[in-house]
């Protein structure tokens, strides 16, 4: 159990890690809250959830430009696991970024699609290894409704932080722990249909605040 308890702690932590680069100095409000009162299902077509965010401190300094964490581990009757992380944050940083200030060896996997809330997203997957611990991960960021890419998130959190206007910034994290590189396909299929079952049971608005319109 702690050794299955362990990985999602790696997880989180290169989640956090390169997240605390460059964290501005005020600290970040979103709007609306969603993340409190996130209506992501604890069950969906055979993974089960159990909330990990208490992992997460977000009263520390260094989290002061994340609002709200949401951070969940989902495991299978076959015993493999994933973690769902949704950060409502006023800056983000690359996971390839997180994970490589963590020890980690990282490489980008070809660009794919996948559906969720019944939208078709394209996103960038990557792999990431350390010493056999590796994890495929796939993410996309939505702001105020919008899927965006980084040059585009960059600008307009400069752009309302200029302004001195509210946004609704998240990022939605996926993270399938894979034992070696030849089970990439595998957690890749995992990925999509763990993703398809479960944005597929969250209402609107929240689906759009997190997948876009």
């Known amino acids: 159990m702690n050794h299955r308890r362990g990985w999602v702690a790696t997880s989180l932590l290169a989640a956090t890690y390169g997240l605390t680069l460059l964290a501005p100095k005020a600290h970040y409000r979103?709007?609306?809250?969603?993340v409190s009162s996130?209506?992501?299902p604890r069950y969906a077509d055979g993974?089960?959830?159990?909330?990990?965010?208490?992992?997460?401190?977000?009263?520390?300094?260094?989290?002061?430009?994340?609002?709200?964490?949401?951070?969940?581990?989902?495991?299978?009757?076959?015993?493999?696991?994933?973690?769902?992380?949704?950060?409502?944050?006023?800056?983000?940083?690359?996971?390839k970024v997180c994970f490589s200030n963590s020890g980690f060896t990282v490489r980008d996997l070809p660009s794919t699609t996948i559906e969720a809330a019944g939208r078709t997203l394209r996103v960038d997957p990557l792999y990431a290894d350390r010493r056999g611990e590796g994890f495929v991960v796939l993410y996309w960021m939505v702001i105020n409704n919008q899927r965006v890419d980084?040059?585009?998130?960059?600008?307009?959190?400069l752009w309302y932080s200029l302004l001195n206007r509210q946004r609704?910034?998240?990022?939605?994290?996926?993270?399938?722990?894979?034992?070696?590189?030849e089970e990439i396909p595998a957690s890749m299929d995992r990925a999509r249909h763990f993703i398809l079952q479960t944005f597929s049971q969250i209402p609107e608005p929240i689906a759009s605040h997190l997948t876009g319109t």
């Open 30 to 34: 979103g709007t609306p809250d969603l």
């Open 47 to 95: 993974w089960l959830g159990s909330d990990v965010s208490k992992k997460l401190n977000l009263q520390e300094d260094r989290f002061r430009f994340i609002s709200r964490a949401f951070a969940r581990e989902y495991t299978d009757p076959e015993g493999h696991s994933l973690l769902l992380l949704i950060l409502d944050a006023g800056n983000f940083h690359h996971p």
């Open 38 to 40: 996130m209506a992501v």
């Open 168 to 181: 609704a910034g998240y990022m939605v994290r996926v993270d399938v722990r894979t034992a070696s590189e």
């Open 150 to 157: 980084w040059s585009r998130q960059k600008w307009l959190q």
